[in-house]
């Protein structure tokens, strides 16, 4: 019994840190192809630096947290279905649970109101979160 827990415990973190790393290098490759500045020397300004903080909140949003969201909602169902009953463990999931949700309305929270002050100081989002 003992074995089958250190496996599971041994094999999750083995997927967990495959999946972060599998995406870490292609978005490397991704970024590395598309350039992430937008300027060069002398013709950055204000609209340049914006466009850089825009791009890397696309980049973390769309990149990051939605693939990393959808990885803890697996990981919380295949703890859920080898939780075998266990009220305690349940109780446990279920807080796990909400703290990925108000984490994930947090964030989002955090991109919106990002957004707002780049379209505040007047950035034209060319670019957008959900049209491109």
Do not use: E
């Not at 002398?42 to 630096?49: G, I, Q, R, T």
């Amino acid at each position: 019994m003992m074995r089958r827990k250190h496996f599971n415990q041994a094999f999750s973190k083995l997927v967990a840190y495959g999946a972060v790393c599998s995406l870490l290098f292609v978005q490397a490759a991704n970024a590395q192809a598309s350039g992430l500045i937008p300027c060069d020397g002398d013709d950055c300004s204000l609209n340049s630096v914006m466009q850089l903080i825009n791009t890397l909140m696309n980049f973390f949003f769309k990149t990051l947290l939605l693939p990393l969201f959808v990885f803890m909602v697996l990981y919380l169902g295949y703890s859920y279905i080898t939780a075998q009953g266990k009220p305690g463990m349940h109780a446990k999931l279920g807080s796990m649970a909400k703290h990925m949700v108000g984490g994930l309305v947090l964030m989002l929270c955090a991109w919106l109101i990002v957004k707002t002050i780049l379209v505040i100081l007047g950035y034209n989002d060319t670019f957008g979160f959900f049209n491109s």
